[in-house]
Protein backbone atom coordinates (compact mmCIF):
# COMPACT_ATOMS: atom_id res chain seq x y z
CA UNK A 1 0.00 0.00 0.00
CA UNK A 2 1.06 3.43 -0.75
CA UNK A 3 1.02 5.56 2.06
CA UNK A 4 1.86 9.52 1.72
CA UNK A 5 3.80 11.49 3.82
CA UNK A 6 3.00 15.53 3.12
CA UNK A 7 4.94 18.31 5.45
CA UNK A 8 4.87 22.25 5.12
CA UNK A 9 7.04 24.57 7.62
CA UNK A 10 4.85 26.99 8.25
CA UNK A 11 0.84 27.53 9.04
CA UNK A 12 1.05 29.97 6.23
CA UNK A 13 2.27 27.43 3.71
CA UNK A 14 -0.59 25.23 1.98
CA UNK A 15 -0.18 21.28 1.82
CA UNK A 16 -2.53 20.75 -1.80
CA UNK A 17 0.08 20.36 -4.56
CA UNK A 18 2.12 17.93 -2.11
CA UNK A 19 -1.37 16.37 -1.80
CA UNK A 20 -2.36 16.11 -5.35
CA UNK A 21 0.60 15.03 -5.98
CA UNK A 22 0.36 12.10 -3.80
CA UNK A 23 -3.34 11.44 -4.82
CA UNK A 24 -1.90 11.14 -8.35
CA UNK A 25 0.64 8.40 -6.84
CA UNK A 26 -2.46 6.41 -5.48
CA UNK A 27 -1.69 6.87 -1.53
CA UNK A 28 -4.31 5.17 -0.23
CA UNK A 29 -3.73 6.91 3.33
CA UNK A 30 -1.79 10.53 3.67
CA UNK A 31 -0.22 12.03 6.88
CA UNK A 32 0.28 15.37 6.96
CA UNK A 33 1.60 18.10 8.97
CA UNK A 34 2.70 21.92 9.56
CA UNK A 35 5.66 21.67 11.36
CA UNK A 36 9.41 22.81 10.52
CA UNK A 37 11.78 19.81 9.32
CA UNK A 38 14.29 21.19 12.07
CA UNK A 39 11.83 19.81 14.71
CA UNK A 40 12.13 16.70 15.45
CA UNK A 41 8.71 16.16 17.55
CA UNK A 42 6.82 15.64 14.03
CA UNK A 43 3.97 13.42 15.48
CA UNK A 44 2.48 12.72 12.12
CA UNK A 45 5.61 11.32 10.76
CA UNK A 46 5.90 9.01 14.02
CA UNK A 47 2.22 7.79 13.84
CA UNK A 48 3.17 6.70 10.07
CA UNK A 49 6.18 5.23 10.94
CA UNK A 50 4.75 3.45 13.54
CA UNK A 51 1.78 2.15 11.57
CA UNK A 52 4.22 0.86 8.60
CA UNK A 53 3.55 -2.61 7.42
CA UNK A 54 5.35 -4.82 5.25
CA UNK A 55 5.36 -4.02 1.13
CA UNK A 56 4.24 -0.85 2.23
CA UNK A 57 5.80 2.29 0.51
CA UNK A 58 6.53 5.41 1.60
CA UNK A 59 5.43 8.13 -0.88
CA UNK A 60 6.90 11.88 -0.56
CA UNK A 61 6.40 14.71 -2.95
CA UNK A 62 10.46 15.46 -2.49
CA UNK A 63 12.62 13.77 -0.01
CA UNK A 64 13.43 17.18 2.13
CA UNK A 65 9.56 16.88 2.69
CA UNK A 66 10.42 13.72 4.98
CA UNK A 67 14.14 14.91 5.85
CA UNK A 68 15.83 17.66 7.69
CA UNK A 69 19.70 16.23 6.67
CA UNK A 70 21.02 13.53 4.68
CA UNK A 71 21.87 12.08 8.00
CA UNK A 72 18.02 12.14 9.12
CA UNK A 73 17.15 10.71 5.59
CA UNK A 74 19.34 7.24 5.76
CA UNK A 75 17.86 7.31 9.71
CA UNK A 76 14.36 7.05 8.24
CA UNK A 77 15.17 4.92 5.27
CA UNK A 78 16.70 2.29 7.87
CA UNK A 79 13.64 2.35 9.95
CA UNK A 80 11.30 2.28 6.88
CA UNK A 81 13.39 -0.90 5.88
CA UNK A 82 13.70 -2.24 8.97
CA UNK A 83 9.48 -2.60 8.59
CA UNK A 84 10.25 -3.87 5.22
CA UNK A 85 8.39 -1.03 3.47
CA UNK A 86 9.77 0.87 1.23
CA UNK A 87 10.62 4.87 0.08
CA UNK A 88 9.83 6.61 -3.03
CA UNK A 89 10.40 10.64 -3.97
CA UNK A 90 7.95 12.05 -6.74
CA UNK A 91 10.13 14.71 -7.56
CA UNK A 92 13.04 12.57 -7.28
CA UNK A 93 12.85 9.36 -8.71
CA UNK A 94 16.59 7.88 -8.19
CA UNK A 95 15.01 7.88 -4.79
CA UNK A 96 13.20 4.83 -4.95
CA UNK A 97 14.48 2.11 -2.31
CA UNK A 98 11.71 -0.23 -4.14
CA UNK A 99 13.90 -0.65 -6.93
CA UNK A 100 17.80 -2.38 -6.71
CA UNK A 101 19.26 1.31 -8.45
CA UNK A 102 17.46 3.42 -5.53
CA UNK A 103 18.63 1.01 -2.86
CA UNK A 104 22.74 1.58 -4.15
CA UNK A 105 22.07 4.90 -4.86
CA UNK A 106 20.85 5.26 -0.85
CA UNK A 107 24.17 3.11 0.04
CA UNK A 108 26.58 5.97 -1.73
CA UNK A 109 24.46 8.59 0.04
CA UNK A 110 25.42 6.58 3.32
CA UNK A 111 28.90 6.99 2.74
CA UNK A 112 29.19 10.04 1.75
CA UNK A 113 27.05 11.25 4.66
CA UNK A 114 29.35 9.09 6.96
CA UNK A 115 32.56 10.17 5.07
CA UNK A 116 31.22 14.07 5.74
CA UNK A 117 30.93 13.31 9.49
CA UNK A 118 34.40 11.99 9.71
CA UNK A 119 35.76 15.24 7.69
CA UNK A 120 33.67 17.09 10.25
CA UNK A 121 35.12 15.31 13.32
CA UNK A 122 38.74 15.60 12.18
CA UNK A 123 38.76 19.72 10.90
CA UNK A 124 36.73 20.32 14.97
CA UNK A 125 39.50 17.90 16.15
CA UNK A 126 42.50 19.82 14.65
CA UNK A 127 40.55 23.56 15.13
CA UNK A 128 40.39 22.60 18.83
CA UNK A 129 44.12 21.58 19.11
CA UNK A 130 45.32 24.43 17.55
CA UNK A 131 43.16 27.09 19.60
CA UNK A 132 44.51 25.12 23.09
CA UNK A 133 47.86 25.48 21.65
CA UNK A 134 47.60 29.15 20.93
CA UNK A 135 46.05 29.03 25.00
CA UNK A 136 42.50 29.27 24.32
CA UNK A 137 40.91 27.68 27.32
CA UNK A 138 37.60 25.62 26.71
CA UNK A 139 34.71 24.75 29.08
CA UNK A 140 32.78 26.90 31.38
CA UNK A 141 34.86 29.73 32.67
CA UNK A 142 35.78 29.26 36.46
CA UNK A 143 33.14 30.43 38.83
CA UNK A 144 36.31 32.33 41.41
CA UNK A 145 39.30 33.95 40.01
CA UNK A 146 42.31 32.68 41.75
CA UNK A 147 42.37 36.15 44.48
CA UNK A 148 39.21 34.63 45.51
CA UNK A 149 40.35 31.14 45.79
CA UNK A 150 43.18 32.10 48.10
CA UNK A 151 40.28 34.15 50.50
CA UNK A 152 38.65 31.14 50.27
CA UNK A 153 41.76 29.24 51.88
CA UNK A 154 42.41 31.89 54.51
CA UNK A 155 38.42 31.97 55.57
CA UNK A 156 38.67 27.74 56.06
CA UNK A 157 42.43 28.01 57.80
CA UNK A 158 40.28 30.84 59.99
CA UNK A 159 37.83 28.01 60.80
CA UNK A 160 34.63 29.27 58.99
CA UNK A 161 32.86 26.39 57.42
CA UNK A 162 32.80 25.22 53.58
CA UNK A 163 29.04 25.99 53.74
CA UNK A 164 29.37 29.41 55.17
CA UNK A 165 32.21 30.31 52.23
CA UNK A 166 30.01 29.04 50.17
CA UNK A 167 27.20 31.42 50.96
CA UNK A 168 29.76 34.10 51.07
CA UNK A 169 31.07 33.98 47.76
CA UNK A 170 27.43 32.94 46.26
CA UNK A 171 28.67 28.94 45.15
CA UNK A 172 27.90 25.65 45.67
CA UNK A 173 29.99 23.82 48.38
CA UNK A 174 31.19 21.46 45.75
CA UNK A 175 32.68 24.41 44.13
CA UNK A 176 34.45 25.79 47.53
CA UNK A 177 36.15 21.70 47.80
CA UNK A 178 37.12 21.41 44.52
CA UNK A 179 38.69 25.13 44.50
CA UNK A 180 40.68 24.01 47.80
CA UNK A 181 41.69 20.80 46.77
CA UNK A 182 42.99 21.86 43.88
CA UNK A 183 44.89 24.37 45.92
CA UNK A 184 46.09 21.85 48.12
CA UNK A 185 47.00 19.59 45.47
CA UNK A 186 49.18 22.48 44.00
CA UNK A 187 50.85 23.21 47.39
CA UNK A 188 51.83 19.12 47.65
CA UNK A 189 52.89 18.95 43.85
CA UNK A 190 55.31 22.31 44.46
CA UNK A 191 56.41 21.02 47.62
Known amino acids: MNIGYARV ?3 DQDL ?12 RRVFQEKKSGSRADRPELRRMMEQLRE ?4 VV ?3 DRLAR ?3 DLLELCEEINGAGAGLRSICEPWADTTSPAGKMILTVFGGIAEFERALIRERTGAGRNAAMKRGVKFGR ?3 LTQQKILLAARLADEG ?3 PQIAETFGVHETTIYRCLNALESKALRAA
Open 61 to 63: WRL
Open 16 to 27: RLQLAALKDAKC
Open 69 to 71: STR
Open 55 to 58: GDTV
Open 9 to 11: STE
Open 160 to 162: QTV
Open 141 to 143: PPK
